[in-house]
């Protein structure tokens, strides 16, 4: 991937950015439907990136260090250089880590190219894909039994949390880029191909976005949203959710502030339009929920991803028959025709992403090849983002024979991927059950111990059986 003309670690600007008379260096300056200060610090250019976002950037050189989360001390040195017309060129990225051998010995190295993983994303490489990704953020990448499986088995990243809405303007206009910005240090410095998520999205919105009820106010809200967050990352993203369960279970747009305000789904094609301004090299993906989760009713609230999604208690889960793209249905057949529809409008997409989370033993994982092939009819990338494969309830009676059944389900999932061309690679959202949503029930690879679980080797089965 090309290096970003933007620095994402830049502890100058990881905090908020408020709105005043003069911006403060890398805050937004200008750009369609921005309202904010448009005069930036002496000495300082307020430099055009799109047509939706222009930013404070210093007309010099601009070296920032900042420290990673890892044991590992790295130092990421991004120097963006200008021409003489005061535009700047593609910088370069520097990542220098010195790791301690002895008290009173150190060694350092200069790492310029991608790293060989171990373990299931090698495998999957080899075998023609492009990655096997997990969902972390925020602590989790703390963790050194997360940080040990992601680095040893995973070739992408996706965060949870870091990248939504609420988190990162949860005032309008007013930026809070902290958590994302050590996110994107974990991912540079580990070598790891990025899944932005989610820029539109019903939930994990602040409230002055769900107020919106002016379809002008709303449009500008998505121009500057967007292009604030996807040209933060330009260059280091690989694709992006630009939206996620539009979709009732019906097949029908959901009712959000997004479909309510525009009436229709035009409101994608702004997002989508907005994004590859910012990224044009980006994929730009359509994302859409399960078959088979676990929906839930009267949940108590416990929180895990960095304290912000809530957990799903056994006791709050209710089987839902239906209403999913996993398998063939009319939510299915709807979502395929709402992607040819963007596509006939001229709305720039390039990937499908299909959640599959499901459960144990359910009927319609035999039917998710059949899906592959139906979601191919969009000549879309499929990606399969979410995938976790969960117990009804508590696994206790029976445990081997489940775990038996869990492996299955996970092979003939994988294999589904890996017999179909168009499915470019697989996020677990999760690494282990300990940080899965769906407390207790058991759904990824490794147990609560981070040890592997019968699942891992159904993965793997999966892979090698194309």
Not at 63 to 80: D, E, H, I, M
Not at 235 to 254: C, F, K, M, P, Q
Not at 294 to 302: A, D, E, G, N, V
Request: proline content about 5%; charged content about 15%; glycine content about 8%.
């Amino acid at each position: 991937m090309k290096a970003s003309i933007l620095p994402v670690i830049v502890a100058a600007a990881a905090g908020l950015v408020s709105a005043q008379s003069v911006q403060s260096t890398w805050g937004q300056c200008g750009g369609i439907g921005w309202s904010g200060p448009t005069i930036c610090p002496s000495d300082i250019t307020c430099t055009t990136q799109n047509s939706y976002y222009a930013a404070c950037w210093p007309t010099t050189l601009f070296c920032s260090t900042t420290t990673s989360l890892l044991c590992v001390t790295s130092t990421y040195v991004v120097c963006p250089t200008t021409t003489s017309t005061g535009s700047m060129t593609t910088p370069t990225i520097t990542i220098t880590s010195t790791v301690t051998t002895t008290p009173s010995t150190t060694r350092t190295t200069t790492r310029t190219t991608t790293t060989q993983y171990a373990g299931l994303n090698t495998i999957m490489k080899s075998k023609g894909k492009l990655f096997v990704g997990f969902a972390a953020d925020g602590s989790q990448l703390s963790n050194s039994n997360v940080v040990s499986i992601i680095r040893n088995e995973g070739g992408s990243i996706t965060p949870p949390n870091v990248m939504s809405w609420e988190i990162v303007e949860p005032i309008q206009s007013n930026w809070y880029f902290s958590q994302s910005d050590q996110f994107m240090s974990f991912a540079i410095q580990n070598h790891l191909l990025v899944r932005g998520f989610p820029l539109i999205w019903h939930n994990r919105l602040p409230t002055w976005v769900k107020s919106i009820s002016n379809r002008s106010v709303l449009t500008a809200a998505i121009q500057n949203h967007i292009a604030a967050l996807v040209s933060r990352y330009r260059g280091y993203v690989d694709s992006w959710d630009i939206a996620t369960e539009v979709l009732t279970d019906a097949g029908t747009l959901r009712p959000t502030v997004f479909s309510q305000v525009f009436g229709d789904s035009t409101f994608l094609d702004i997002a989508f339009n907005a994004a590859k301004a910012a990224d044009p090299s980006v994929k730009l993906c359509l994302n859409e929920y399960e078959s088979s989760i676990c929906r839930f009713k009267s949940l108590p609230k416990r929180y895990s991803w960095v304290s912000l999604m809530p957990l799903i208690k056994p006791r709050a889960l209710e089987l839902e028959s239906g209403g999913g793209i996993d398998y063939p249905g009319v939510k299915l057949t709807a979502f395929i025709n709402l992607v040819k529809t963007l596509k006939a409008r001229g709305v720039p997409i390039d990937c499908v992403g299909t959640e599959t989370h499901t459960q144990v033993g359910f009927g319609g994982i035999g039917y998710f090849e059949t899906t592959l092939q139906l979601l191919s009819g969009t000549y879309c990338e499929i990606q399969i983002t979410q995938l976790d494969i969960a117990f009804q309830n508590s696994p206790t009676g029976g445990f081997t024979s489940t775990l038996a059944q869990q492996s299955a389900d996970y092979k003939t999932i994988v294999g589904a991927c890996m017999r179909t061309p168009s499915c470019s690679g697989i996020t677990m959202w999760g690494v282990s059950d300990r940080e899965s949503p769906l407390t207790g029930l058991s759904p990824l690879l490794w147990d609560e111990n981070y040890v592997k679980k019968p699942a891992y080797q159904g993965f793997v089965d999966g892979i090698l059986s194309a």
